[in-house]
């Protein structure tokens, strides 16, 4: 079983919709969870962090978090054509003071004008 | 720029041949961590240092790779031999260490080896 679970796509919406982007980890323990954009040929960035459930937003970004259900996603409001790229979910997978990141495969969103 | 770098950004070398890689962390953050990815992967964990002491090491970190963190400031990555299925980017990042942003970790910009 994959650790981070994400929905490959490739996800395409129109410019100005709501993008919807999901992840899900298998250990109960995880404690710390991220959000990265990837732009092709570059490394990720950091977008969001979260760490406790429900939700947490930053401009037209907002994440959320279910602990029971071990869940998290990213919802990009007001698409725009330069928010296409590739998104990783990463978890913090056991805890401690390791912080190590698990990601997953990524989900590459398209934005269409 | 205060932020994570690396050098080189591209590294084409034959099979068989040495390389080292070089990260330099956000000033101020005392632990750093080197990924590798593939194309159509996530990064995947290799080694992780927490100021100069290396604190973990993936399966994947075979013998013929070692990592150093002297005096705790810049990193080194090498690999020894290397090989086709070596080629990928090479990531590091570093995080402070904890409080209110437990563990948020910033990239540099990568070093793409390709192995020929």
């Known amino acids: 079983q994959k650790e981070v679970e994400q929905n490959s796509g490739p996800l395409s919406v129109p410019e100005g919709a709501i993008a919807s982007l999901n992840c899900t980890y298998s250990d109960r323990v995880s404690q710390s969870f991220f959000w990265y954009r990837q732009y092709s040929g570059k490394s990720p960035e950091l977008i969001m962090s979260i760490y406790s459930n429900g939700d947490k937003e930053d401009g037209r970004f907002t994440a959320q978090l279910n602990k029971a259900s071990q869940y998290v996603s990213l919802l990009i409001r007001d698409s725009q054509p330069s928010d296409s790229a590739t998104y990783l979910c990463a978890v913090n997978m056991f805890g401690g003071s390791n912080y190590k990141l698990t990601f997953g495969k990524g989900t590459l969103l398209t934005v269409n004008p | 720029d205060t932020g994570v770098s690396q050098d080189p950004r591209h590294k084409i070398t034959k099979r068989g041949q040495n390389v080292t890689f070089r990260c330099d962390p956000i000033s101020e953050h005392n632990r750093l961590y080197w990924y590798r990815q593939t194309l159509g992967q996530g990064p995947e964990f290799l080694t992780y240092f927490q100021n100069e002491a290396q604190l973990e090491k993936s399966r994947l970190l075979s013998d013929r790779f070692s990592a150093e963190r002297p005096k705790g400031s810049f990193s080194t990555l090498e690999i020894q031999r290397t090989e086709q299925g070596d080629s990928a980017m090479y990531l590091c990042?570093?995080?402070?260490?904890?409080?209110?942003?437990?563990?948020?970790?910033?990239f540099g910009p990568g070093t793409r080896l390709t192995v020929l």
């Open positions: 990042a570093s995080s402070s260490g904890g409080g209110l942003l437990r563990g948020e970790q910033f």
